[in-house]
C-alpha cells in the first residue's frame, strides 16, 4: 500500500515538474525529500534543487539547500561513471574525483580506482593514478591498499604512466612507513635501472626537450630515489653510479639540463653518501654560481648553505666565486651570498675574507651596507684573537659605514680599548687620523670623542708608540 501510494506520489510531483510549475515547486521538493527518508529514489527531482537554490526568495532557498544535502549523491553518480563501458566516461569521472574527492567519497571509491590502475587503455590507468593520490592524501589509511598496484605501474613503458606511478609512489612513501619499506627493497634496482635507460636513451622526438629525453620523469625519478635513500644505506649504495651518471652525463647549457643536475644534487645531499658524491654535487653548485641567470646561481648559494653543514671544507674550495656575488648587482644574490660566506669563514681566512668585505664596504650601495657591516662586526669579534687587528677592523668600519654600526657593537669596542692598556696611544692617534678624514660617521665621532677625552695626554705626546705607526 505504501509502495503505492509513493508511485502514484512521485507520478503527480513528474508531471508537475514537467509543467514547471514554480507555485508548488517546494512543496514538490518537500514531498521528495520525505520519499527519500523512506528509502525511495528521487534521482529526478535532483535538478528541482538547484532551480529553488537560484530562485530570490529565502522560503525556497531553505528548502532548495535543504533538497541538495540530501537528494544528491555524487558517489552513486561518480560510481556509476566509473564502471561505465566508454572508456571515455570513465576518464572524465576520474578527472572529476582527481579534483572534488571528500574523504567520504575517497572510501566508498578507493576499491573501483584501485581497479582502474590496471585498466587495458594507458590514459586511464594515468588518471587512475592521479586520482589515486588525492584519495590517499585525503584517508591515508587506504595507501596500503595501492602499494602493489602502484609497484606495478613503475614496470610501464608509457612514459604518462609511469610518471604518475613515480608520483604515487612518492606519496605513498610519505604517508606509510610499510610503503617506504616496501619500495625500497623491492622497487629501487628497478628505478635505477629505469634512469639509466632513460639517461642513455636515443633522441625521441615525443619526449625530447632542449636535446634531454623527458626531464620532468628524470626528475621525478630522482625525488623518489632521495626519498628511498634518505637513512638507508643500502638502498644509497644502490643509486649511487647512476646519481654520478646523471651528474656527469647531463648538459648544463640548457634549463631543462640544469633542473635535472639541481635535482640530482638534492638527492645526493640528502642520501647517505661518504662524500665521494657529495663533492661531485658541490662542484656542480660551483659551475652554478657562475652561471649568467640569476636564478640558478641564487638556488645554488641556497644548497651551498645546507652542504656547509655536511662538507664545509668541498664549499670552501668556491670561496672565491662566492666572493664575487656578494659584489653582485642583484640585491637576493648578495644577501645569500654574504649569509653563505659568513658561514664559511674560520681562523684560517678571516683575515684575508674580512680585508675583501671592508674593501667592498667603501662602494656597496646603501641597503646593503647595514647587512654587509653587521656580518663584518660579528666576524671581526667572533674571530679576534689580537685586539690590535679587532681595533683597526673596527676603525675601518666605522670610518666607512659608522651610521650603521649598532649601539651594542660599539659599546664593546670601547670596552676592548679600555682593557687594552698598552693601546691605549696607539688607538687614540688612529681615531684621531680617522676622525678627521670622516666627520660624517656619527658613530665614530662617538667613539674617537670619547677615546680622546680619555686618553688625550697620549695623543697630544705620542706616548706608547708602537713600530708600525707614524707620529702626529
Not at 521528495?32 to 529565502?58: D, N, R, V
Not at 646603501?366 to 677592523?393: H, M, N, P, R
Amino acid at each position: 500500500e505504501e509502495r503505492a501510494v509513493v508511485r502514484k506520489e512521485c507520478a503527480a510531483i513528474r508531471a508537475s515538474i514537467n509543467e514547471d510549475d514554480q507555485d508548488y515547486r517546494h512543496r514538490n521538493l518537500a514531498k521528495l525529500m520525505f520519499i527519500q527518508i523512506l528509502g525511495y529514489p528521487t534521482h529526478f527531482g535532483q535538478m528541482e534543487c538547484l532551480k529553488l537554490i537560484a530562485s530570490a526568495g529565502f522560503p525556497e532557498k531553505r528548502i532548495g539547500y535543504l533538497g541538495l544535502m540530501l537528494l544528491l549523491d555524487e558517489r552513486q553518480d561518480v560510481l556509476i561513471d566509473l564502471n561505465h563501458s566508454n572508456q571515455y566516461i570513465v576518464g572524465l569521472a576520474l578527472c572529476a574525483l582527481g579534483n572534488i574527492c571528500s574523504a567520504e567519497m575517497a572510501r566508498d571509491l578507493a576499491p573501483e580506482v584501485e581497479r582502474l590502475l590496471q585498466f587495458r587503455d594507458p590514459n586511464i590507468r594515468k588518471k587512475a593514478a592521479l586520482c589515486s593520490i588525492r584519495i590517499i592524501k585525503k584517508v591515508p589509511d587506504l595507501a596500503e591498499n595501492f602499494i602493489n598496484c602502484a609497484a606495478s605501474l613503475l614496470k610501464e613503458k608509457h612514459h604518462g604512466v609511469l610518471i604518475t606511478g613515480v608520483q604515487l609512489c612518492a606519496d605513498l612513501c610519505k604517508v606509510s612507513s610499510e610503503a617506504l619499506e616496501y619500495f625500497r627493497k623491492k622497487c629501487t634496482e628497478g628505478l635505477v635501472r629505469t634512469l639509466r635507460d632513460i639517461v642513455n636513451s636515443p633522441y625521441s622526438p615525443e619526449y625530447d626537450i632542449s636535446g634531454i629525453t623527458d626531464p620532468y620523469l628524470h626528475i621525478r625519478l630522482l625525488k623518489l630515489l632521495r626519498i628511498l635513500g634518505q637513512g638507508d644505506a643500502d638502498a644509497t649504495d644502490r643509486m649511487t653510479d647512476i646519481l654520478a651518471q646523471v651528474a656527469t652525463k647531463t648538459e648544463s647549457n640548457k634549463n631543462a639540463g640544469n633542473a635535472i643536475l639541481y635535482e640530482c644534487v638534492e638527492t645526493i645531499m640528502s642520501i647517505e653518501d661518504d662524500g665521494g658524491l657529495r663533492v661531485l654535487a658541490i662542484n656542480i653548485l660551483g659551475k652554478f654560481l657562475s652561471n649568467r641567470d640569476n636564478n640558478i646561481r641564487y638556488v645554488a648559494l641556497n644548497m651551498l648553505m645546507r652542504a656547509t653543514a655536511l662538507d664545509a671544507q668541498a664549499v670552501q674550495r668556491h670561496r672565491a666565486t662566492i666572493l664575487d656575488c656578494v659584489k653582485d648587482s642583484d640585491a637576493s644574490i648578495r644577501k645569500r651570498a654574504l649569509e653563505l660566506l659568513y658561514l664559511l669563514v674560520n681562523e684560517n681566512n678571516v683575515k684575508p675574507l674580512i680585508k675583501e668585505l671592508i674593501e667592498y664596504l667603501e662602494v656597496s650601495d646603501q641597503e646593503f651596507k647595514g647587512d654587509l657591516t653587521a656580518k663584518i662586526c660579528s666576524l671581526v669579534e667572533k674571530f679576534s684573537s689580537e685586539k690590535i687587528w679587532y681595533i683597526d677592523q673596527m676603525l675601518k668600519v666605522l670610518s666607512e659605514a659608522g651610521n650603521f654600526v649598532k649601539d651594542e657593537v660599539w659599546h664593546a669596542l670601547i670596552v676592548v680599548i679600555s682593557n687594552a692598556s698598552y693601546l691605549h696611544g696607539y688607538t687614540v692617534r688612529a681615531l684621531y687620523r680617522a676622525f678627521l678624514t670622516s666627520t660624517e660617521q656619527e658613530t665614530l665621532v662617538r667613539v674617537a670623542v670619547w677615546c680622546i677625552g680619555e686618553y688625550g695626554d697620549m695623543l697630544v705626546n705620542n706616548v706608547g708608540m708602537l713600530d708600525i705607526e707614524d707620529p702626529i
